[in-house]
């Protein structure tokens, strides 16, 4: 499967607890783009990266959410001690480098924070 | 301020029918503007996309209109399908002149619009 990856597709967690959401993009992809969509939302930028490089993190909360995305390994969105606001679907899109703006998304990562 | 207004919130048609979907943006920048279509459960993907120095692009039942005077663009599908039940998403990014790949993260979603086409 060359498209973008996203795990896990769902995660549950207790306030408190944290989140680690994981992102592989496609293959040839140099850029990550993470984005939230909470129910009957649209989705909302959080961050874009590339290897080893935060670029633009305007839309990320400014406690509790951080982003990588190291040289070796996938893309990786942590929420510390998650609260009930948090649950939402997390989407992970990449894009070439010399990009169309055609941005490929993964099938996301639905949290439920109890 | 959202940058890219979408209407409406949902939308439904007789199979047949004509989807109509319409946004408006404010950022006279913006010349990328795709639309994608996301099914339940899945994540959005681009269906059809247009810059503005087009009035019309068409592909099969999809179809985009551009009004770059009233800064606004819609998508119309023909013909519509119960499989075209989905939710649609409009963007808007700056993309010509620079980096796309720098640009594309100031990409600006509608909130969505629901489409169910009924059998």
């Known amino acids: 499967n060359a498209g973008v990856m996203q795990n896990p597709r769902h995660l549950v967690r207790r306030r408190g607890q944290e989140a680690r959401l994981r992102c592989s993009p496609m293959?040839?992809?140099?850029?990550v783009y993470w984005y939230r969509q909470l129910p009957e939302e649209g989705l909302k930028f959080m961050v874009y990266?590339?290897?080893?490089?935060?670029?633009?993190e305007s839309g990320m909360p400014k406690e509790r959410f951080s982003a990588e995305f190291p040289k070796e390994g996938p893309s990786i969105l942590r929420i510390q001690q998650v609260v009930r606001g948090d649950s939402a679907a997390y989407f992970c899109?990449?894009?070439?480098?010399?990009?169309?703006?055609?941005?490929?998304f993964g099938e996301g990562s639905r949290l439920t924070v109890l | 301020q959202q940058q890219v207004k979408q209407s409406p919130q949902s939308l439904i048609v007789q199979k047949g029918g004509i989807s109509i979907i319409n946004c408006a943006y404010e950022?006279?920048?913006?010349?990328?503007f795709p639309w994608y279509q996301q099914f339940p459960g899945k994540g959005p993907a681009l269906l059809i996309a247009?810059?503005?120095?087009?009035s019309e692009k068409k592909e099969g039942r999809f179809t985009i209109s551009f009004n770059k005077s009233a800064k606004q663009f819609s998508l119309h599908i023909m013909d519509s399908q119960p499989g075209d039940s989905a939710t649609y998403f409009c963007?808007?990014?700056?993309?010509?002149?620079?980096?796309?790949?720098?640009?594309?993260?100031?990409?600006?979603f509608g909130d969505g619009t629901t489409l169910t086409v009924k059998p």
């Open positions: 899109a990449s894009s070439t480098q010399r990009g169309t703006g055609e941005l490929f």
């Open positions: 293959k040839g992809h140099s850029h």
């Open positions: 990266l590339q290897k080893e490089n935060i670029i633009d």
């Open positions: 950022n006279t920048a913006f010349d990328y």
């Open positions: 247009i810059r503005p120095d087009v």
């Open positions: 963007a808007a990014l700056i993309g010509k002149g620079t980096r796309l790949s720098v640009i594309a993260s100031k990409s600006t």
